[in-house]
């Protein structure tokens, strides 16, 4: 086990340099000079010239990339233009929000995305199939953000039940029930999209494990068909779907970008839209970074869950 | 699939196969409309969509000449609502158009040339793809700037790695095909084998990944534009009309509700479709067969079983209905079965022989049914009981062993679970009772080491110790009947002769009937006391072992046995039946054996042939048995 996890970090490192040089090339690349970008139209020819100096822009782009990523290694991502302070040090405070949004959609999507697909290929073809189905692809149709304006409407404004917006309340909130209740809407409303995925593949893989031999044998033992379908199809179908929902992050993390705007969520992601309005590159170049890490590091943690599941794997 | 063949053959009938789909024609439809809509919207009687008139801000629905209202800045919604379908229609479409053909030229080099070229095109798109999809749009949008093109630019890009895979690995899969081989063989040029030979049928390919992908791509720009990083003000664009509408939902909710439902319809629609493409353009999501058995034809009259059977079955017929064709994979099967008893039912490939096991168990898969006839357990209809008391004699007194031991077992629980589970469903035992009598079981069927292999993961053991376990599951209630459906098939033949013998010795131990389907003749003379010999569904012959050995009546059961080696005379010519058995859909009327049999003659193929007796416990399928003469092997 620690062996596999070993190897598999191992293997991590040419995907993160490539992350890195992708990000770092987007950058470097963009047409426009970044000094004047900083400094505006009014800035002195002196001015421009010792910012190129500090931000070594007249290093070859090779040499640049080196020392970026020198620093990057170090945890030095820069500093940020509007905010005046480290990336790593506004990184820091706002991935906590984000990870918890993120986590907290990823855990309600697996859950009901895996219930559903498993109930409708259950149900093939019956009643619950096909309502079902329509629901997900209403779910899987919607612009997020759309439904997250819905979701304030209905449970905030007209209802009054939840917060419209923010982590915590400004006045007697910040204890543990406080936090719940701001994380409800937006982690629904991002949840949304990803339960409709995982429940589609999940109907799919379910159906595939449904015609195997061994839930025939199951059958033959006399095992009830809630054992059959929700013990030995359905281990065989979450094993598969692991590294599948691992993948989904992807989409959560993206998707939190819109949903963090929507409810003033504390996060990267509305850091992220912030920092292109004000072409803050330093700090656009940190959070994509941070967050494409994480998404690698959350689809190894969901290999590791899938072997864990699957004694076959990782024999070889 | 054959995608060659497929590729010329889908217009027609798949339009055939789509337009049967109700869920993809309402999609189709709805998007034809909003395409409609949006084409002709310079020409429809709408409001001017960027008009602002401040003296007309926020005004509500149905007001005079803006049935949906005004918006913040007094513009006509509904002709915002057109033309911002418009845009949000154009900038999906070219979005879509970039990324599928950057992505199917990479896919296509990359897989026709292989070599290094492939392996850094598809390093690059791993890494592309290891970003979180929306970020990486967002970085590119950051370095171009905010904008509509650029929002639609980078979209496109981040789009580009979900085609090119997908080409690739379709390219790779033909490149193996005769046609492309030909191509080369034949002196065509690169660029010729790429564009006449291989772009044609990766089309398919291609349209259905640009039928899951355009509905995100719409989404995904209009996101942009809603986080103000797309279309700039005043264009008319859902997602940036759904952007500033927020500002006003509290008051006028329906200026970023209304964009945000026509994005839903227009995705909803293009999604509808895009499912129903897929199922005509890719075959293998058009899986017929459901797992769950369908409950028999049910009819009311009651038969009587002969007294000392433990098993009676009359006229069982088993249909799969596929569409218009109606496969008889089983017709008019009668048989007993005394308690104790041992009987082979053999027969070739495709007799019917594993249908007829799955019927007697309730276990034939969907679209299979049994359709006619009567299966008596100790007196009781195993075709008329309720699918609940079939799975308490399921395991319990009628138990299963398969043919094939490495897939019959679940890969992902260990074989003591397993067989734990077939003891504590039927007898109530606990699971500590229950692991102590797997562990005998085990240990019945000759498993070395019982105590440390019941926790053996199923990949752990080899073929010949899980058919044991298969075994030992069957013995595990002590059942009257045993159905062995060829369970040595999968194994060599030194395990073969070990597991016919414990399954010998086993039955006899726990006075278990078998019923041993096989198509191997030679294996089941030893094994046990009666013959029941299938062809296309129907039982030609019926005979005690040694009758059958030394005068088989009916032709083809003389064939099996023409072709059937024996130990020990290697000089034996084998004989083999010419010509395949007959289309279950399609059998020829009168005797299915006639058109491959010797001896058949004018009236074999005209009227339908009876099972008759022909001699002591001896039935046949065979008007000219008599005239067959002596059998000589």
Known sequence: MTRYILRRLIQLIPVLFGISLVVFLIMALLPGDPALAILGPYATPEALASLRAELGLEQPLWKRFVIWLGNVLQGDLGRSITLQRPVVDEIAERIGPTLLLAATALTLATVLGLAAGAIAAAHRRGWQDRVLTLVVLLGISMPQFWLALLLILGFAVWLGWLPVSGMFSAYGGGDFADLLRHLVLPASSLAV?????????????????????????????????????YKHAFVNMLAKMVPVIGLQAGFLLGGAVYIESVFQWPGIGRMLVDAIASRDLMLVQGGVLVMASSYVLVNLVADVVQHRLDPRIGLE | MTS?????????????????????????????????????APWLPLEDAYATQLDQRMLPFGSESHILGTDQLGRDLLARLVWGTRTSLAVGFFAVLIAAVLGSLIGLVAGYLRGWLDALL???????????????????????????????????????????????????????????????????????????????????????????????????????????????????????????????????????????????????????????????????????????????????????????????????????????????????????????????????????????????????????????????YRGEDLAQLSEERRRQLRGDRIAYVPQDPMTALNPLLSVGTQLVEALCTHRGLTRSEGRQRALGLLEQVSIAKAAQRIDAYPHELSGGMRQRVMIAMALANDPALIIADEPTTALDVTTQVEILKLLRALCTQHHSALIFVSHDLGLVTALCDRVLVLYAGRVVEEATVETLLSQPAHPYTRGLLACSPKLGQPEKRLAPISGQPPPLDDLPSGCHFAPRCDYAEDVCRQQGIQLRPFGQAHNVRCIRAEELGPWQP
């Not at chain 1, 059958?219 to 379908?229: D, N, P, Q, S, Y």
């Not at chain 2, 590729?7 to 789909?21: D, H, K, L, Q, T």
């Not at chain 2, 010729?192 to 995100?216: A, H, K, M, Q």
Request: glycine share 8%; aromatic share 4%.
């Open chain 1, 193 to 229: 999209v990803v339960t409709g995925v995982i429940a589609r593949l999940s109907r799919t893989a379910m159906l595939e494990e449904l015609s195997q031999d061994y839930v025939r044998m199951a059958r033959a033992r006399g095992l009830t068909e809630r054992k059959v379908v």
């Open chain 2, 4 to 40: 060659a063949s497929f590729a010329r053959r889908w217009p027609a009938e798949g339009w055939r196969r789509f337009c049967s789909n109700r869920l993809a024609c309402s999609g189709l439809l709805l998007v034809c409309v909003l395409v409609v809509l949006a084409i002709a």
């Open chain 2, 122 to 376: 598809m390093r690059s798109i791993d890494v592309l793809l290891a970003f979180p999809y929306l970020l990486l749009a967002l970085a590119i949008v950051a370095a171009l700037g905010p904008g509509l093109r650029n929002a639609m630019l980078a979209i496109a890009v981040v789009n580009i790695p979900f085609f090119a895979r997908t080409v690739r690995g379709t390219v790779l899969e033909l490149a193996e095909r005769e046609f492309v081989a030909a191509a080369r063989l034949s002196g065509a040029s690169h660029a010729c084998v790429l564009f006449r030979e291989l772009l044609p049928n990766i089309l398919p390919v291609v349209i259905i990944v640009i039928s899951t992908n355009l509905g995100w791509m719409i989404l995904e720009t209009a996101g942009l534009s809603f986080l103000g990083l797309g279309a700039q003000p005043p264009t008319a664009d859902l997602g940036s009309m759904l952007g500033t509408g927020r500002e006003f939902l509290t008051t006028a909710p329906r200026v970023a509700i209304l964009p945000g439902l026509v994005i839903l319809l227009l995705v909803a629609g293009i999604n509808l479709i895009g499912d129903g493409l897929r199922d005509v353009l890719d075959p293998r999501l058009r899986g017929e067969g459901s797992s769950k058995p369908a409950p028999p034809v049910s009819h009311r009259t009651a038969i009587a079983a002969p007294t000392d059977a433990l098993l009676y079955v009359e006229r069982l017929s088993t249909h799969f209905v596929q569409g218009e064709r109606t496969l008889h994979a089983l017709d008019d099967v009668t048989l007993t079965l005394k308690p104790g008893e041992r009987l082979a039912v053999v027969g070739e490939s495709g007799s019917g022989k594993t249908v007829l096991a799955l019927s007697l168990l309730g276990l034939v898969p969907s679209p299979g049914r049994i359709v006619d006839g009567h299966i008596l």
